[in-house]
């Protein structure tokens, strides 16, 4: 009797129902997530084969065009805003109003994409599980997926509750100035929401999604230094110094040494010097001219800097001055720091959005997600609203490659996004908000 017991005991286990602690409407949404593909497929192919490099204005237009649509058939109201005063094509804007009361949920994305039409790269090219193409991941393979769950949504009937804002920026990849300006809409929209979730690329590590609750900052800066020019025969001499180029790499490897900590890293991505030296107005190139036996009177460097709090960039921004005012003899330098992103702290509300999300993983049959290492990836939109509200990052498909012609993004990952995001904000949608 109990071998007949027992040996029943596999068969109870195969007929237990998939996804058991989900709701009715929740299964919905499961079903629509897997049978969308082809068609989410075939929209990112339509926007990746669309140019829409940040400063390409007309070509972010086009891809505004495509998108707009596919929100206002769910139901947002959309709107565009212009950006000509910082020299941006401007953002796309689009809300949902739902029950009153519940959670208002922010959804970020950008239209932009680093490949501006000079690029070789341009096309887009399937490969499998893959496709390859400028942007497939950053940001267009995330707006899919933002606009895939909002459908999984209104196919089980819960998104006409949901009170949502999206917020397209035309210019992720490279801020409208002043910052005041280009993301004074993103920031009013933050204001006015509870929960904040950003659409760029998952991240994948040994084959482990991880969320992502924190990223750094992203800021840069400028050095100049300058000493007395001279015949190369009197450097180091009382009468004549240094010269410039000395001075700047002291200022460089002092930083090298003296500047590392935990979450921080900075980097000299640019350097020049010479008897002529002139950085241009788009900052990208320095050109200088010079020759061996000439000591170099100027000399200039670019660098970047990544930090996880306001604190800590606060910090490292009084080394740094410190570090350049100490001056090699007969020499003189400045740093100029450039507004950038701020960072994205690693909150409790933005930890208990991850342990709401992992819940849904263990009803997905999903491995628990870990909270990512800022340090794995680098800044974004949902940093300049992370101050305001609670929010989670990486809720975009995962990729390789990305911001270089090698950018694939990894179609078999868009279903869990979809379906992680659609029962996320299907689940916020029916809850008051929790601060």
Do not use: C
């Not at 029943?8 to 929740?26: D, G, H, Q, W």
């Not at 926007?47 to 940040?54: I, K, R, Y």
């Not at 096309?123 to 991941?137: C, V």
């Not at 061996?292 to 604190?311: C, H, Q, S, W």
Request: proline residues 6%; neutral net charge.
């Amino acid at each position: 009797m109990k071998r007949r017991i027992l040996a029943a005991l596999p068969l109870i286990l195969v007929t237990t129902p998939a996804f058991a602690k989900l709701s009715p409407r929740e299964h919905t949404i499961v079903k629509a997530a897997d049978a969308g593909l082809a068609q989410d497929t075939a929209l990112l192919e339509r926007l990746v084969a669309q140019n829409s490099g940040t400063r390409n204005v007309e070509g972010v237009k086009k891809v505004r065009d495509m998108v707009a649509p596919q929100l206002a058939a769910l139901g947002f109201a959309t709107k565009w805003v212009p950006m000509d005063a910082v020299k941006r094509a401007g953002h796309l804007i689009a809300t949902h109003k739902g029950k009153p009361g519940t959670t208002r949920m922010l959804l970020i994305g950008h239209l932009d994409t680093v490949f501006e039409p000079g690029s070789p790269f341009q096309s887009a090219t399937r490969e499998g599980e893959k496709l390859h193409g400028p942007g497939a991941a950053d940001d267009k393979g995330g707006m899919v997926v933002m606009l895939a769950a909002l459908n999984a949504m209104k196919a089980a009937g819960t998104l006409k509750d949901a009170n949502i804002t999206v917020v397209l920026t035309g210019d992720e990849e490279a801020a409208g100035e002043p910052i005041s300006i280009s993301r004074a809409d993103l920031v009013s929209a933050a204001k006015h929401a509870d929960v904040a979730l950003d659409f760029e690329g998952l991240v994948v590590l040994d084959g482990q999604d991880y969320g992502s609750i924190a990223r750094r900052s992203s800021g840069s800066y400028t050095i100049t230094a300058t000493g007395k020019s001279g015949h190369s025969s009197g450097i180091f001499s009382d009468d004549t110094g240094y010269g410039a180029v000395y001075e700047l790499a002291r200022i460089i490897d002092s930083f090298r040494k003296e500047l590392p900590e935990p979450n921080l890293t900075f980097n000299i991505g640019l350097v020049a010097g010479g008897a002529t030296t002139k950085l241009s107005d788009d900052e990208a190139t320095i050109t200088a001219t010079g020759k061996t036996n000439i000591i170099p009177p100027v000399a200039i460097a670019k660098g970047d800097f990544r930090a996880l709090t306001p604190d800590q960039i606060e910090r490292v921004k009084a080394k740094m001055q410190e570090i350049v005012a100490r001056h090699l003899p007969l020499t003189d330098a400045k740093i100029v720091f450039k507004e950038g992103y701020p960072p994205m702290m690693p909150t409790a509300g933005n930890r208990a959005l991850l342990d709401r999300l992992n819940a849904i993983n263990a009803d997905l049959d999903l491995p628990k997600m870990p909270a990512l290492d800022p340090l794995k990836r680098g800044a974004g939109d949902i940093s300049f609203v992370a101050q305001y509200v609670d929010g989670l990052a990486g809720m975009g498909p995962s990729s390789t490659g990305d911001h270089t012609p090698e950018e694939r993004v990894d179609l078999s990952s868009f279903p869990r996004q979809i379906k992680r995001a659609a029962l996320l904000m299907t689940r916020l949608s029916r809850e008051k908000p929790r601060r």
